[in-house]
């Protein structure tokens, strides 16, 4: 890709996982990707074991809210990767379409997030690799 390739993570609530994954993407990819995330039903909040989980690996999600997902935010990404959203997310033709079942955290203490946290990063570590984009962490 010549361009900023831009990415979007949706999963139901915004609160969990497409958190999780846009903040390992901000961390490993930095200005090197675009990165959204939302949710089909948003949360009132982040998931505060999902924050817990990610700061213990230094990266701080804690300023996030969940966002609606919309058909602007679908359109305007290269990569739309669903984490349990069904059929709530919008198809487009010539977007990258990745489901990635993982896991969902809510209600789940920071020990059960952990290995989530864990799986998302060695998937995002695959994405920078696919999209060619060199991670400088």
């Known amino acids: 890709m010549s361009h900023r390739p831009s990415v979007l993570f949706v999963c139901v609530h915004n609160a969990g996982r497409s958190q999780m994954a846009a903040g390992w993407l901000r961390h490993l990819g930095g200005d090197a ?33 969940p966002k609606v997902l919309t058909t602007d935010a679908v359109e305007a990404s290269d990569v739309v990767i669903t984490m349990g959203c069904g059929d709530a997310c919008p198809v487009f033709p010539g977007k990258r379409y990745l489901d990635w079942p993982l896991d969902d955290p809510a209600g789940q203490g920071v020990e059960a997030v952990r290995p989530i946290r864990d799986e998302i990063e060695r998937r995002i570590r695959g994405l920078l690799a696919e999209l060619g984009v060199s991670s400088p962490a």
């Open 33 to 65: 990707v675009e990165v959204r995330s939302a949710g089909s039903l948003p949360g009132e909040q982040v998931n505060p074991a999902a924050v817990q989980a990610m700061a213990e690996v230094g990266i701080d999600i804690s300023d996030q809210r």
